[in-house]
C-alpha cells in the first residue's frame, strides 16, 4: 500500500472573524490566518471573494499567487484593497479603504497551500453603517473598566484617609509626649528650687526661736525672784 494510504492527509484550516462592524468612508481590516500541516511553499495563494447582501452573485476582488498580489482593478474595488498578508507567517489579511453601504456583504478567504489542498474555506460578514452601533460587548467591557477604575479610586481614597489619620495620631502622641516632658522639668526645677530655698529661711526662723526661749526665760526667773521677795517679808 502507498504511503499516503496509511496516514490521511490532514486539511488546511482558515480563519477570520464571523462579524464585522465599521462606518462610511473608514477602513476595515478584514483578518485571514491559517493552518497548514506542510511547510509554506511557493506556491501558496490567498484568494478573496466578495457577495453583496441580497444577492447570489459572488465577485473575485483579490488574489494572491506566486509572490505577488493582485487586486481587482476594474470592479467595485478598484484601488481601495490593500494587502497586508504575509502567508510565510500564515497571514492572508487585506485592508478595504474608503468603504460605502455597496461594500456590505460577505467575504470569503480561501488559502491553498500545495500540496495541502484540501479544506474548507471561511467567511467573515462586513456591515458598514454611518455610525457604527455599540456592541453589547464594548458596553459591557467599559461598564466593568468604570468599575474597576471606582474601586481603585475608593482604594486609594482609603488609603490616603487611613495614613493621614495614622500621621496625625503619631503627631499627637509626640506632642503629648513633649507636654508631660515639659511638666516633669517644670516640677524638677521647682523641687530643687525649694530645696535651695530651705537654708535661707531657715536661719531667721531659728533666730526667732532663740529669742522667744531666751526672753521665755527670763520672764520665768523674774517671776521666780519676786515669788521669793515675798516668802522672805513674810
Request: hydrophobic fraction near 35%.
Amino acid at each position: 500500500l502507498p504511503s499516503s494510504a496509511l496516514s490521511p492527509a490532514l486539511a488546511i484550516e482558515v480563519y477570520t472573524d464571523r462579524e464585522i462592524q465599521s462606518n462610511v468612508g473608514s477602513k476595515v481590516h478584514l483578518s485571514c490566518t491559517f493552518w497548514s500541516s506542510e511547510w509554506i511553499s511557493d506556491d501558496i495563494s490567498v484568494s478573496w471573494h466578495f457577495q453583496p447582501d441580497n444577492s447570489r452573485d459572488t465577485y473575485s476582488i483579490f488574489h494572491y499567487a506566486k509572490g505577488e498580489a493582485h487586486e481587482d482593478d476594474t470592479g467595485l474595488f478598484k484601488d481601495r484593497i490593500e494587502w497586508v498578508g504575509y502567508p510565510r507567517s500564515k497571514d492572508g489579511s487585506i485592508v478595504i479603504h474608503n468603504l460605502d453601504y455597496s461594500d456590505n456583504g460577505t467575504y470569503t478567504c480561501d488559502v491553498k497551500n500545495p500540496p495541502d489542498v484540501v479544506g474548507k474555506s471561511s467567511y467573515v460578514h462586513l456591515l458598514v453603517y454611518d455610525k457604527a452601533p455599540v456592541r453589547a460587548g464594548m458596553v459591557l467591557g467599559i461598564i466593568i473598566g468604570a468599575a474597576l477604575i471606582l474601586v481603585i479610586i475608593v482604594a486609594l481614597l482609603a488609603y490616603l484617609i487611613r495614613y493621614c489619620w495614622l500621621r496625625r495620631q503619631i503627631r499627637v502622641q509626640r506632642e503629648l509626649s513633649a507636654l508631660e516632658r515639659g511638666k516633669l522639668h517644670k516640677l524638677s526645677k521647682g523641687s530643687k528650687g525649694s530645696r535651695q530655698a530651705a537654708p535661707f529661711f531657715q536661719a531667721p526662723l531659728l533666730s526667732m526661736l532663740d529669742q522667744t526661749r531666751s526672753f521665755k526665760s527670763t520672764s520665768d526667773k523674774k517671776s521666780k525672784g519676786l515669788g521669793d521677795s515675798r516668802k522672805d517679808r513674810k
